[in-house]
């Protein structure tokens, strides 16, 4: 799509807006009840699609995108007329007689960019949000998930009206060019060298943003933990999708005392989960290009490869890796995995993971396994982090009751559910002043009795 359509099509979606047709919270329901439709029908297709792109398997598809697409999507619907409404509040005596109340405002045209490692949910989910709030949407999905890229256009095209909602396929140059307009609210999910391009150009025109972005997100192991679950719950984790996931675990902080026992539960564990011949379990994703593949590989040190390590060129796929003996100067600690790889590193004690982990970027996520409660909440009250889960890895982002997000390096604002409106919406604040008092202290001129009537009421 060329500037020009980009910017004709922004132009349709502002005048659509501009209508008040976005505002009524029965027009907004009768869109998500549409979109509903449509994301049952192309479900199918949804997941072939996945399956082409990532070689993702039909209950993990269902498990991590149009399952959890259709669970935001009935939240939202369940709960949008009580969050649309006005909100009272309190009003000081100095604002006598007046009634005080905050009014949810949809910002108006938002621009939502979505990755390739869930192309599906990380593109809908936040849509939803945005139709709720009372937005209309461009939606730009990566250009490295082509086939699920095709599905969504097609389905939300079939949905929505294009002034209400409309994809934009392709890659940079299409990315740039709507870079280039004048969005109300940016929604972007991906990598961090992206999101500071994002930023930058929302700040051309004051836009403000959401970012997604990752990080690497540690796992904290100490000598208490049951080391059989921790490692069932880790190997689910970090192998979902080839590792390719935003919030899943990057490397471990182990207790030297249960350290190596550790590695032989999370061996045996793979064995169970994944098998033997990682390549030939059809339930085992594999990395989305080559240029990700390569990179994944080269972060894998031999020497200290204590599982898998193999790859296959041909079906992109990185056997499950576990690396032992890993200092944060290895190559695999400078960078965002994203990938089948987990290094292990030892600490004496769990308490110092939280100098470690405090002393660089703030992870997206952050994971604690151990059986005593004082260091689980000693540990996630002191790391600075987005989220996390105690005893268990990632599902923290699989409720739409709770807010999803990052902070500093790893993103800025939250979504899902009532996170996700709020994202979508400016509050407005409003007094509304009855007429038939008037008390005169504000007015000038002033004078010593009013004077202490102000300093009365607002000491």
């Given amino acids: 799509m060329t500037q020009e359509e980009i910017r004709r099509l922004v132009d349709k979606q502002r005048a659509w807006f501009r209508t008040g047709a976005t505002l009524p919270v029965e027009a907004r329901l009768e869109a998500l009840g549409h979109l509903r439709a449509a994301m049952q029908k192309y479900r199918p297709r949804v997941q072939d699609a996945l399956m082409a792109d990532l070689k993702k398997c039909a209950q993990e598809g269902f498990m991590c995108e149009t399952g959890l697409a259709l669970s935001e999507l009935s939240y939202v619907e369940k709960h949008l007329k009580k969050w649309a409404r006005d909100k009272r509040v309190p009003t000081p005596l100095t604002n006598f007689a007046a009634r005080s109340f905050i009014r949810p405002m949809p910002y108006g045209v938002t621009l939502i960019m979505s990755p390739w490692n869930y192309p599906y949910l990380l593109s809908i989910e936040p849509a939803i949000d945005a139709i709720a709030a009372g937005n209309t949407v461009i ?134 989960q994944i098998g033997d011949s990682p390549f030939e379990n059809p339930e085992y994703s594999r990395m989305v290009n080559r240029k990700h593949y390569d990179r994944v590989m080269g972060l894998i040190d031999p020497e200290k490869t204590v599982c898998g390590g193999e790859g296959n060129p041909d079906t992109l796929q990185i056997s499950p890796t576990v690396l032992d003996n890993v200092t944060f100067d290895d190559a695999v600690m400078q960078e965002e995995i994203f990938g089948p790889v987990l290094p292990v590193i030892a600490i004496d004690r769990a308490e110092e993971a939280i100098e ?55 993103g800025m604002g939250q979504y899902h559910g009532k996170n996700g409106f709020d994202a979508f919406s400016h509050y407005k604040s409003i007094v509304d002043k009855k007429t038939w008092i008037d008390v005169g202290m504000r007015y000038r001129p002033y004078t010593a009795f009013g004077g202490k009537l102000v300093e009365f009421f607002l000491k």
Avoid at 233 to 247: E, M
Avoid at 356 to 383: H, M, W
Avoid at 389 to 408: K, P, R, V, Y
């Fill in 139 to 272: 939606l730009k999905p990566s250009a490295y998930s082509p086939e699920t890229s095709k599905v969504i256009a097609e389905m939300l095209a079939e949905a929505l009206p294009e002034e209400l909602c409309a994809v934009v396929t392709g890659g940079r140059q299409e990315n740039q060019s709507l870079l280039s307009e004048k969005f109300d609210y940016i929604f972007f999910t991906g990598s961090q060298a992206v999101g500071r391009e994002v930023l930058r150009r929302a700040a051309e025109h004051l836009t403000p943003v959401t970012l997604e972005l990752g990080g690497k997100s540690p796992v904290v192991v100490d000598a208490t933990a049951n080391l059989p679950l921790t490692a069932r719950r880790l190997v689910f984790g970090k192998y979902l999708n080839s590792g390719q996931t935003c919030v899943a675990p990057d490397y471990v902080l182990c207790e030297k005392a249960v350290k190596d026992e550790l590695i032989r539960c999370i061996a045996a564990e793979i064995k169970k």
């Fill in 356 to 410: 470690i982990i405090n002393s660089r970027q703030r992870p997206l996520a952050l994971y604690v396994f151990t059986g005593d409660r004082r260091t689980a909440k000693k540990i996630t009250t002191e790391c600075a982090f987005g989220g996390g889960c105690i005893n268990d890895t990632i599902i923290h982002l699989a409720t739409s009751s709770m807010g999803f997000g990052g902070m500093g390096e790893s």
